[in-house]
Nanobody, 118 residues
Framework: QVQLVESGGGAVQPGGSLRLSCTAS????????MGWYRQAPGKDRDLVAG???????KYADSVEGRFAISKDNVGNTVYLEMNSLNAEDTAVYYC????????????WGQGTQVTVSS
């Protein structure tokens, strides 16, 4: 019954910045991985960035150094700071929450469009 609410998507010019946020409501398992995936037309949905319980972070090579993921201290909200955006970042971005212990679950947000164009 976890619900993920996303915000922050939109249109920006190349070189611009955007901040996405995702808030989870409901019962959250203590051990989890929470982050963002993206999917462009005709492509697979790939991990952009995520953060484990305890603070370990993962980034796709294509965004390393440009994006930064963080979460609040109770772990129910995750933020993705996106800098130096380029056209290749254009995609639908999906928030994801995955448990790493029991009960096992894998929740997805509805997706938010990010468009980078001049």
């Amino acid at each position: 019954q976890v619900q993920l609410v996303e915000s922050g998507g939109g249109a920006v010019q190349p070189g611009g910045s955007l901040r996405l946020s995702c808030t989870a409501s409901g019962h959250i398992v203590d051990r989890n991985f929470m982050g963002w995936y993206r999917q462009a037309p005709g492509k697979d949905r790939d991990l952009v960035a995520g953060i484990f319980t305890g603070g370990v972070k993962k980034y796709a090579d294509s965004v390393e150094g440009r994006f930064a993921i963080s979460k609040d201290n109770v772990g129910n909200t995750v933020y993705l700071e996106m800098n130096s955006l380029n056209a290749e970042d254009t995609a639908v971005y999906y928030c994801n929450l995955r448990s790493l212990g029991r009960p096992f679950y894998d929740y997805w947000g509805q997706g938010t469009q990010v468009t980078v164009s001049s």
